[in-house]
């Protein structure tokens, strides 16, 4: 069939344009972020996209959690076998866990079998509630379960409070099953290892290693494209150690907590290089005999390109001091 070419008269170009100008403006005005939704059809953030074969990931935006972003804003990835599906991390709210299974419904005619969470965040176990009503099983290391036992309800408030209606049906759902150190598991024809590296960025983090797909589902013991927090509970030199044994599997693929998929140097650079750099200023600070208030104004320049730079750099480099002044 031959396509007809249809001149549009200059009134409908001009129309055209401002449509285009106001919604564009519109956006600027009323989305919190710089990028925006990448999925507008679904409350994921982004489309799940094939990571290598069997191994999928909707990847979350690199920013903090809205109501734009429906509280994706870490990545949930699955991984297809030959006797199930294994997701990774409930997500940040029931409709999301719920958006993410239609996705996966659409690929694969196998059931979800088990959940992992990743650690105790919300974003990570929120979306148990969905997983519980499927009669799925939802596995993570006893502290992560343990500090959402202690902190659900208050981490459900504040997701309810940017999520508004997008929240419902989310309740504080606990794993069915915790362990500590390493747990094997073997699924069909994929065998899968839940590791404990040790202390990083919260309780009972854990990765997910897929040893013959040569790819990590790393949790958030390595970020990449956004900077990493530094919470309370975080220990950035237990965190340094852990790494050596994350680094040691010398993994081709790495499915960060944060960001797009990638590999072993670009994480190095955003999580272990980080750490090192920041707690190197930091020490300096100390070594000079100064203040908590010196540690706002140490130059962390060579991250910010990162998204949440603004967000976290000054309060990392507190954390950080509090952590170092007692070492
Ligand atoms: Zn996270």
Redesign the pocket.
């Known amino acids: 069939m031959k396509k007809v070419r249809r001149k549009w008269p200059a009134t409908v170009i001009v129309f055209l344009f401002a449509v285009t100008l106001i919604l564009g403006v519109g956006t600027l005005a009323f989305a919190n972020q710089s990028i925006p939704d990448q999925y507008p059809e679904s409350v994921l953030y982004s489309k799940p996209v094939k990571v290598v074969d069997g191994v999928w990931s909707a990847i979350g935006a690199t920013g903090p959690p809205t109501y734009e972003n429906s509280g994706h ?2 990545n949930l990835s699955f991984v297809i076998t030959t006797d199930g599906v294994l997701v990774v991390n409930g997500g940040a709210s029931y409709t999301l866990a719920e958006a993410l299974h239609q996705e996966i419904k659409t690929l694969t005619d196998q059931p979800v079998k088990l959940v992992v969470n ?2 105790g ?1 919300g ?2 176990m929120l979306g148990n509630s969905y997983w519980a009503g499927q009669g799925v099983s939802i596995i993570a290391h006893a502290d992560a379960a343990e500090g959402f036992r202690e902190q659900g309800e208050d981490i459900l408030d504040r997701m309810e409070g940017y999520n508004r209606e997008k929240a419902k049906g989310t309740i504080v759902s606990l794993p069915d099953e915790t362990f500590e150190g390493t747990k094997v598991i073997t699924m069909g024809d994929t065998r899968i290892e839940l590791i404990t590296f040790g202390p990083a ?2 309780p009972g983090d854990i990765s997910v290693w897929l040893p013959e797909k040569d790819l990590i589902i790393s ?2 013991m390595a970020f990449h494209q956004r900077l990493l927090p530094v919470f309370e509970e975080t220990e950035t030199a237990g965190w340094l150690e852990s790494w050596e044994d994350f680094a040691a599997l010398n993994v081709t693929h790495v499915i960060p ?2 960001g797009v998929p990638t590999n072993m140097t670009e994480v190095t650079k955003y999580t272990k290089d980080y750490l090192i750099y920041l707690r190197g200023k930091v020490q300096e600070v100390l070594d000079a005999g100064g203040a908590l208030q010196d540690s706002y104004d140490i130059d962390q320049s060579p991250y910010a390109h990162l998204d949440t730079f603004e967000e976290l750099a000054k309060r990392n480099a507190e954390r950080v001091f509090r952590e170092m002044e007692f070492e």
């Open positions: 804003n870490n990743e650690n965040q974003h990570a960025h919260s949790g958030d907590g944060h």
